[in-house]
C-alpha cells in the first residue's frame, strides 16, 4: 500500500464512528464535534488579513472549550476548509509538535498557562498537517462534497510515493 493509501486508511479509521451530519453544515458540524467532545467549540475569525507569514488557521484548546479560528476575509469555501482542517486536528487529538515562541505574537494578552494546545495552521509537511487534511478532505466526503482526491497516477503517482505521505508518522 502507497503512503496515500495508508494516509487514507489511518485516517478513514480515525473518523470510525463519528457521524457527519445531514443535511451538511459547518454550524451542523461544529455542534456535533462539540458533543461529540463533550466541550463547546466556538469559531472565530483571525483578527488579521492577508499575512503570508502568519497561519490561516488555529485552533486553541483551554480548559473549558475549543477554539477554531479561520482567515478574516477568506472565501466562504476557504473559511470552510480551513474550519474542517482544524476539526481534523481535533479528531484525531494531535498535539503541538512545533515551536511555539511566535504564540505570544499571535494570541497578544491571553495567559499561556490558560491555553492547554494550540495548532498552527501554516505548512502540510508534517505527518499531523497531512492527516488532519484528509479528515478534511473525508469529512468533505461524506457530507457529499466530492471524493477526498485518489492517489495520482503515472510520474506524479511515483512521485507521491517518494516525497508525499509516508504514513508512517
Not at 19 to 38: C, D, K, T, W
Not at 60 to 89: C, K, M, P, W, Y
Not at 101 to 112: H, V
Amino acid at each position: 500500500m502507497t503512503g496515500w493509501g495508508r494516509l487514507r486508511r489511518r485516517s478513514r479509521e480515525r473518523l470510525a464512528g463519528f457521524e457527519v451530519p445531514r443535511p451538511f453544515s459547518i454550524e451542523a458540524l461544529r455542534a456535533q464535534v462539540a458533543a461529540s467532545r463533550g466541550r463547546e467549540l466556538h469559531l472565530h475569525p483571525l483578527p488579521y488579513t492577508g499575512a503570508a507569514d502568519l497561519p490561516c488557521g488555529l485552533w486553541v484548546s483551554t480548559a473549558a472549550a475549543d477554539h477554531v479560528f479561520h482567515a478574516r476575509g477568506a472565501s466562504a469555501l476557504h473559511q470552510q476548509n480551513i474550519i474542517l482542517h482544524e476539526i481534523g486536528h481535533m479528531l484525531c487529538d494531535h498535539t503541538l509538535a512545533h515551536d511555539d515562541s511566535g504564540l505570544t505574537a499571535l494570541l497578544g494578552d491571553l495567559d499561556p498557562a490558560v491555553v492547554r494546545r494550540v495548532l498552527l495552521r501554516t505548512r502540510y509537511s508534517t505527518p499531523e498537517e497531512q492527516e488532519a487534511e484528509m479528515v478534511a478532505a473525508l469529512i468533505r466526503e461524506q457530507a457529499g462534497w466530492g471524493a477526498a482526491p485518489p492517489r495520482p497516477d503515472g510520474a506524479l503517482g511515483v512521485i507521491n510515493d517518494v516525497f508525499g505521505p509516508s504514513g508512517d508518522g
